[in-house]
């Protein structure tokens, strides 16, 4: 595409945030943080520079990295380290440890200015459509530039217990004796020692490794891994089970991270913001029993047994999230079988159970928007440090851009975007239409900088609320205020940058 044209189209996407953004106290501390954050990064490149010339080159490009802009095609998310930052010796006066200080110094209060933004936000402005995304984006920020800011860290849901940051839950397990074992999960320390030397406990009794694998393999006797949110049962391995419940509990972070505002409504976000008072978690996780269910069975073939009365279709599924019963299936082994449909289906589940109420999404129209943002968190990566979701690279893209580029596939997105869940599951085209609706969610995550996200966001919000009928769901030409006809040329434009 023409340099001139791609300015054109970004020129066009970010008049559409400007004329849309929310007025009021939204509006106003999103200007009032960007000359926080020039000065900020100023302040970083100037230290940097100090640090080259004392000669601290791995310093200087640790504080050049913090001021790199983010890829503006990919979305990635920096939890801050659960222990505290251990203080910097005042009597030291080498070059390196005066500049520590400085730049720790620096962070400080720059978080502290951001903070009352985000505070006025996330109070005064708590009512306002986008207040959560503003609020809680600003959180993330203040984290990044000191990890120990304590009302920050209320904001996430942590409070510091000795030398660590610990939710309630996590500090409910610590009290009890319990520690996480990096294999055997939530354990009490006293266990540990016969874990690793093999033995299981079944039943109240310590049995060896293979008596219970033998028992386990029956899945409804199956192992039952807990987290924080969420419960995994598996006849897979206990091993197996640890390990997926912790990558969700880590999709999970990053989900609330790029998706505040669900599950959080005015007073929530209020709360987050005080300083007094319980430290705030998420009023609505997962089922009835307050966790987000998850069944990992060993083979296809035993997850098709399970869920086929209740889905006739399940065989043609790698992965199923069931509305009805909130469970989100998977099978370990065989044909299909694939890790990133555990962050498929479970988008279906963080979005659904953001609400104890059923309902139907996307039913009658809409329902590429539900299928397009699960295709788009099967992107999801974690380096054991940042998580990212959204890389152009990632499959269900590149075949966006290779259905339109090189066989000119493309539905009409006002009809396309009329399509509900049979009419779209139907398609004689159905992995074209998948990926159509993949790029096209990539397009409104990521197109002009961003500025179409607010409406998606509040085109799933829509989609999803529990209050809001099928018939009043806004749509992303209503909400944008761009004929669908000319979001269908910026997004073709898109796909070929």
Request: proline content about 6%.
């Amino acid at each position: 595409m023409p340099l001139v044209r791609s300015v054109l189209i970004s020129a066009a996407l970010s008049l559409v945030a400007v004329t849309s953004a929310t007025a009021g106290t939204v509006a106003e501390v999103q200007a009032a943080a960007e000359p926080l954050r020039d000065a900020y990064r100023a302040e970083l490149t100037a230290f940097a520079d100090r640090a080259d010339a004392a000669g601290l080159a791995e310093f200087a490009a640790e504080l050049r990295t913090r001021v790199t802009p983010p890829d503006p095609l990919t979305l990635s998310v920096t939890p801050p380290p659960r222990a505290v930052q251990p203080p910097l010796p005042a009597a030291d006066r080498s070059d390196e440890m005066v500049l520590r200080r400085a730049v720790r110094r620096s962070g400080e209060e720059y978080a502290n200015a951001l903070f009352l933004l985000a505070k006025k936000v996330g109070t005064k402005g708590a009512d306002e459509p986008t207040a959560a995304e503003t609020a809680m984006g600003l959180v993330w920020e203040i984290l990044a530039a000191n990890p120990d800011h304590a009302p920050a860290r209320r904001a996430i849901g942590q409070k510091q217990v000795d030398d660590e940051w610990l939710t309630p839950w996590q500090a409910v397990q610590t009290k009890a004796g319990r520690v996480d074992h990096p294999v055997y999960g939530w354990t009490p320390e006293g266990h540990v020692d016969r874990w690793e030397a093999g033995e299981r406990l079944l039943d109240g009794r310590w049995v060896d490794a293979d008596r219970e694998a033998l028992v386990r393999s029956n899945f409804a006797s199956g192992w039952v891994c807990e987290t924080e949110h969420y419960r995994v049962r598996t006849n897979v391995s206990l091993e197996r089970g640890v390990e997926v419940a912790r990558q969700l509990e880590r999709f999970h972070t990053f989900f609330r991270a790029v998706f505040p505002g669900f599950g959080l409504g005015p007073a929530d976000l209020r709360k987050r913001f005080s300083s007094y008072g319980a430290i705030p978690t998420y009023t609505y996780v997962g089922g009835a029993d307050g966790a987000y269910n998850v069944h990992l069975y060993r083979e296809k073939g035993e997850y098709v047994l399970a869920l086929k009365d209740e889905t006739p279709q399940i065989e043609v599924t790698n992965g199923f999230y069931d509305h009805r019963t909130r469970i989100a299936s998977f099978y370990e082994n065989g044909p299909g079988a694939d890790p990133r449909t555990v962050f498929h289906e479970g988008t279906h589940q963080l979005f659904y159970e953001c609400t104890p109420r059923f309902r139907l999404v996307g039913e009658n129209a809409h329902y590429w928007a539900v299928e397009g943002i699960g295709c788009y968190m099967e992107s999801f990566r974690d380096d054991g440090q940042t998580m990212s979701a959204g890389s152009p690279r990632y499959i269900r893209f590149s075949n966006a851009r290779k259905r339109w580029i090189d066989e000119q596939f493309f539905v009409p997105l006002n009809e396309f975007d009329a399509r509900g869940r049979v009419a779209f599951q139907t398609s004689p085209d159905i992995y074209k239409v998948y990926s159509q609706a993949s790029g096209l969610t990539h397009f409104f995550m990521h197109a002009g900088g961003g500025a179409l996200r607010p409406a998606l966001t509040a085109h799933l919000s829509d989609l999803y609320h529990p209050a809001v009928r099928p018939t009043q769901v806004r749509s992303l030409d209503a909400l944008t205020g761009v004929s669908w006809t000319n979001l269908g040329e910026f997004y073709k434009d898109y796909l070929v940058k």
